[in-house]
Nanobody, 116 residues
């Protein structure tokens, strides 16, 4: 089992920045992959960014490339999502995800609202 706790969401104006944090209950060096997903009202949950814990490889949704950066701090068991140049269409609940021994674990989500 992996417990994930997100923080850092909030209300920001378009063009602003936020940094989301995801604290894991165990060493993230033992977790295969972590990522950030988001779900807007009436839409399906979608992958925003992912990072492999062993090699540090990353991938991003096309619409956030160049604006969002996913990173990890193994010593703090934390994965971050730095979000810059935010747009109203980035408004959603953001969820942290961990793949551990072929099982998916999710945080409770944190709301990000971008006003125009």
């Amino acid at each position: 089992q992996v417990q994930l706790v997100e923080s850092g969401g909030g209300l920001v104006q378009a063009g602003g920045s936020l940094r989301l944090s995801c604290l894991a209950s165990k060493s993230i060096s033992s977790i295969t992959r972590m990522g950030w997903y988001r779900q807007a009202p009436g839409k399906e949950r979608e992958l925003v960014a992912g990072i492999t814990i062993d090699g540090g490889s990353t991938n991003y949704k096309d619409s956030v490339k160049g604006r969002f950066t996913i990173s990890r701090d193994n010593a703090k068991n934390t994965v971050y999502l730095q979000m810059n140049s935010l747009k109203p269409e980035d408004t959603a609940v953001y969820y942290c995800n961990a793949v551990y021994y072929y099982s998916n674990f999710w945080g409770q989500g944190t709301q990000v609202t971008v006003s125009s």
